[in-house]
């Protein structure tokens, strides 16, 4: 019993409860009806107790009130200081990116000229001669066709030219303003107009160079402003001046040289090379491919990656007839345009070089329906240069060598109109190749006259010399007329006009090679094509033409070899594989044959004269229904005279 609470205890032992339950308080008020004392000290205690808990709750609620208005107060506290945070984050951010901007402003300030009070009076204040001044930079700035891409320049001002208003206290503008002179690197222009004893001088200074000086009648203030904008331009801008000077009427070309030449020598690297290439580009125009080729490595020994250099290199080569050279500088050119990396180009200049250059690459491999996919992409994108003609001229000449006779013709009469001499020189020379490769020989042979006269004409209307015409007519003109005078059977001119051309021209050694199997001078013809594949192991197309006369020859054997040879070098050129059928055929194997005539038609699928030998080895297969076939579709396509007679020997024999 020990561990059992007592019952009781005494009455004056604080730390009892008093038990307060509601049976308890009924038992007691029962209890207590007859005793007033402890009646009254009941109603007293329970009075007590409801106010005790009356004054709880109003505590409770004020404690309620605190805590809702401290909530309510965190809750404020906390959003200003979010307001004040991002408040503060916007002025920074607003801050960095206006500093951000001053630091990279390289515009050019022109800044109100000082003027003589009378000219003032008439109106040609300081701002006005300013903003005359603006516009004559611009327009000059708008000439300048460089694919260079504007950050390359130590001091470049691109197509931010501006005139200076002045500003009365420290506004934003003043203080942008402030950060621009502080951080950035704009080109200020200054300058004065003042009467002199014959007329007026104006002065501008800009650069940190000692001022350009201009004098004369003051009725020729706009070319007197003129002057000055060019001497401006030459002193901030020298590259681009030299490349504007090769766009005037009539092109400075000297004067540009002069100023590349020194770039050249004393520029910074970047320079140096843009300088260099500049120069390989005159050299070129000039006739001097080799000198132009020269230039351009030394503007790669700057900048190994430079892919507007191996372009140049690219077209120097091509024009002196060094085949195996341009293709190598055409498929670096691609490398370095597909790498990304760089390239050193402007985006719309690059963006048109690729495509440009895999059309060179594919139109040495002689994989034509590659270039017709370039040229339309070169057609489809913004022009550059001439660069969307250039397109049309190459699907052109490639529908041609797809020996698409009819998508030909039609392309040329959807040709938009030429709007200048250039446009006219260079659509008539795709037109000439085009017949060439169409077999077209008394067109290509009566337009020889016309299109030399043209041909220097418009050189000369650019600025180029008459050495880069002859350049161009003895190794890209005169090797497609004299073997097309061989096809009509007059060898003497033919040789008479090749002899003319040098023999370092793959295109012209090939043309002596096609004259002699013309004769049938075989061992002639042997010999030169001995030597043009010497000159250009890599390109299809003399392996394939010696193997035509191999074949004429009746050496089926040899010349299923080369063009054996000429399908490794040329996966997609379908001419090869076509004469590869026909010397099957000679050789009583029809059957072999057509599986020749069916990979050349995944490449050419419109050419007459495959759908024509096709047939025949079906015919001698004995499969008639699909010879006739063949057949039909040869007789919808282009065939020449003779072509035309073996489709009806055939096909109704």
Known sequence: MADMPLA???????????????????IALDGAKDDPKLSSYIAEFLAEQRALISDQRLHLEEQVKRLKLTIIDERLSIALKAMTAAVGLAIVMA????????????????????????????????????????????????????????????NNWGDDIKVQIPETGVSIGEFYNLLVTWLGRETHITGEIFHTANGIAVTARGGGDGGALVTGSEADLDKLLQQTAEKIYERTQPYRYAIYLQSETPPQMARSRQILEGLAQSGSPRDRAWAYNGLAVLDNEAGDGERSVADARQALAFMPDFALAYENIDQSEANLGHDEASLAAARSAVDVLRQGSNVDMSALARQVALPQEQETVDSALDDFAAVRSSAERMIALPDYNGSVENGHQALVIALAMLHDGAATRRTMRNLPPATDQQTQVNRTLGEFIADYWLGEWSSVVSQHAGIESLLRK????????????????????????????????????????????PLDCYACVRAHADIDAAEKNWSGAAAWFALAVKQAPSIPMGYYRWGRMLMAKGDYDGAIAKFETAHDKGPHFADP?????????????????????????????????????????????????????????????????????????????
């Open 577 to 653: 594989l076509e004469a590869w059928g026909e010397a099957l055929i000679a050789r009583n194997r029809s059957d072999l044959a057509l599986a020749k005539f069916a990979e050349a038609d995944k490449d050419a699928p419109n050419w007459g004269r495959l759908h024509l030998k096709w047939g025949e080895a079906l015919l001698w297969a004995g499969r008639r229904g699909d010879a006739a076939k063949q057949f039909a579709a040869a007789a919808k396509l282009d065939l020449n005279t003779s072509e035309r007679a073996q489709l009806v020997q055939v096909s109704h024999g």
């Open 95 to 154: 801050l960095a990116t206006a500093i951000w901007y001053a630091a990279h402003d390289n515009g050019l300030v022109i800044e109100a000229f000082s003027v003589p009070p009378d000219m003032v009076a008439r109106g040609l204040t300081g701002q006005a001669i300013a903003a005359q001044l603006q516009d004559k930079l611009a327009a000059m700035q708008n000439a300048t066709k460089s694919a260079r891409p504007a950050e390359s320049y130590a």
């Open 458 to 501: 418009g050189l000369a209307a650019v600025g180029a010399s008459p050495s880069y015409a002859n350049v161009l007519l003895a190794r890209q003109l005169w090797p497609y007329v004299a073997s097309a005078m061989a096809e009509l059977g007059d060898f003497k001119e033919a040789h008479a006009l090749i002899d003319q051309s």
């Open 8 to 26: 009781g205890g005494d009455d004056n032992e604080p730390d009892q409860p008093l038990e307060t339950n509601a049976a308890a308080i009924a």
